[in-house]
């Protein structure tokens, strides 16, 4: 989701909110049936924060938390000796509760 533009494109003096996100590890889960050196992955469960703020003022607009998508991923890279992957941000939910806050204005 980093960089992406929802709503209608302009200059941007015309943007006015910006999005941030976070996210830490609130638990895991054990996925296996993979075929590969590793039959089974962890997948490290990390809710998403984003945070809404107005451009023009700093101001922080409304704060959600999104949980994790816990669904075991049809295929996952992991690092050296490590069967940990991080889970998916729900991309499309939260863009979905991002457009509810563009307010269209009038031509």
């Known amino acids: 989701m980093t960089g992406d533009l929802i709503g209608k494109s302009g200059t941007l003096q015309q943007i006015d909110f910006f999005a941030t996100h976070m996210q830490d ?12 050196p590793k039959p089974s992955i ?5 809710p998403t924060e984003v945070s809404l703020w107005n451009r023009r003022t700093g101001d922080l607009i409304e704060k959600k938390t999104f949980p994790p998508d816990e669904d075991c991923p049809m295929m996952a890279m992991t690092s050296g000796d490590s069967d940990g992957v991080d889970s998916y941000p729900p991309t499309e939910t939260i863009e ?10 009038a031509s």
């Open 42 to 46: 962890v997948v490290n469960l990390k």
């Open 25 to 36: 590890m609130t638990g895991k889960k054990t996925c296996n049936g993979y075929n590969g």
């Open 96 to 105: 979905a509760w991002l457009k509810t806050k563009i307010k269209r204005r």
